[in-house]
């Protein structure tokens, strides 16, 4: 069976630029792509806006559709197939998916991203860019004077905050809690913020519109009444949950589950393997910072095959 010099898992952004980096440095990459859904999280993205290059904007699923033409080009073999075991520490690498069976690899590039967690009501899908977002970087623009919420009382509920104060009319933080997990500082910066207001101990039980969110229905979590929020926007910013599983074990994650890189460096903590995207860097949570780490996770391979020939 044939040794690839580099097997790509995972099709967000730091999957297809790792396989158009690689491509261009003649190393035929194979890169899966999964089975069912491809593109990673841009596929359920509108608008793009701040992606550099594309001065009006470019839909999600159009940017993600030309990033796997242009990696196809440079001579990467794409395979919608899942990948369900890995062997790293082995020589070589070997990729097992469920349809076309095992791969060898000498190095193998991890891009699996992380997925944003939801609050698992019925209309959080269908109001899903329509005034339901999980990026306040990617979609706050949209909200220039308008009413917003943002659910979570972590570091990223209060960023998402502050971020959104500067265009928002008025930012509402609903916390399950009375107080937030925060760190001090955040929270110093969010009290003194004259558009930010708190609902405590309150969680969304229902998000309601038709055709785009038009309020929220707030129950308190400890007298149990319900109260109605009237917003056009309600960020969710509760955590994400890195893909991380398919290497549980076998590469060093942090407590959170993201895997360990050796900044600045996408190598792991296993020789050849290298991570990259959203997999790692969650505090960017950006395709533009994606595709230059999964850049970066092509250069590193291919140094790392220059030096064990
Ligand atoms: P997080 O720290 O896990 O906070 C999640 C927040 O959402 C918590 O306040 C939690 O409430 C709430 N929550 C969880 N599930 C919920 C649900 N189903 N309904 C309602 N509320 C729910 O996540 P994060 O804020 O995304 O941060 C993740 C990590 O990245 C943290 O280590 C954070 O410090 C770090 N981070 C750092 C920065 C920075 O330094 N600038 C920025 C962003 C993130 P409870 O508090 O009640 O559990």
């Known amino acids: 069976m044939e040794t690839r010099e580099v097997i790509i898992i995972g099709s967000g952004p730091a999957g297809y630029t790792a396989a158009i980096y690689a491509g261009r440095a003649g ?11 491809w593109g990673g999280a841009l596929m359920n993205t509108t608008e793009v806006d701040n992606y550099p290059g594309f001065p009006e904007g470019i839909l ?12 196809e080009r440079f001579g990467a073999e794409i395979i919608t ?5 890995v062997e790293l520490t082995k020589t070589p690498k070997t990729i097992t998916a469920s349809s076309s069976g095992v791969h060898l690899a000498e190095t193998v590039i991890v891009a699996t991203g992380a997925s944003y ?13 329509r005034g339901v977002s999980w990026c306040a970087t990617c979609d706050g623009f949209f909200f220039s ?23 928002a009319n008025s930012v509402t ?5 009375d107080a937030l997990r925060a760190e001090a500082i955040a929270v110093e910066k ?20 038709e055709n785009n969110v038009e309020s929220v229905t707030l129950t308190d979590t400890i007298t149990g009444q319900t109260r109605e929020l009237i917003i056009d926007g309600l960020f969710i910013a509760i955590g994400a949950d890195p893909s991380s599983d398919l290497v549980r074990g076998q590469l060093e994650l942090n407590p959170d589950g993201y895997v360990v890189v050796n900044h600045p460096s996408t190598a792991t903590s ?7 995207g959203d997999l790692v860097n969650f505090g960017y949570r950006q395709a533009i910072i994606a595709a230059g780490d999964g850049a970066k996770a092509a250069m590193d391979a291919l140094a790392y095959l220059n030096s064990n020939p």
Request: net charge negative.
């Open 60 to 71: 999600g699923p159009d940017l993600m559709t030309a990033m796997r033409a242009q990696a």
């Open 145 to 167: 004077g308008k009413d917003v919420a943002v659910v979570g009382g972590g570091d990223s509920a209060i960023e998402e905050a502050l971020y959104l104060a500067r265009f």
């Open 270 to 276: 296993v020789p050849g393997v290298f991570a990259c």
């Open 173 to 177: 933080v609903i916390h399950r809690r």
């Open 117 to 129: 967690r939801k609050l698992g009501l019925p209309s959080e899908e269908n109001l899903s860019g």
């Open 27 to 37: 190393l035929k990459p194979l890169l899966f792509e999964g089975s069912i859904t």
């Open 190 to 209: 969010a009290m003194a913020e004259p558009k930010l207001t708190f609902a405590w101990n309150s969680v969304v039980s229902a998000i309601n519109g």
């Open 81 to 85: 197939d899942d990948v369900i075991a």
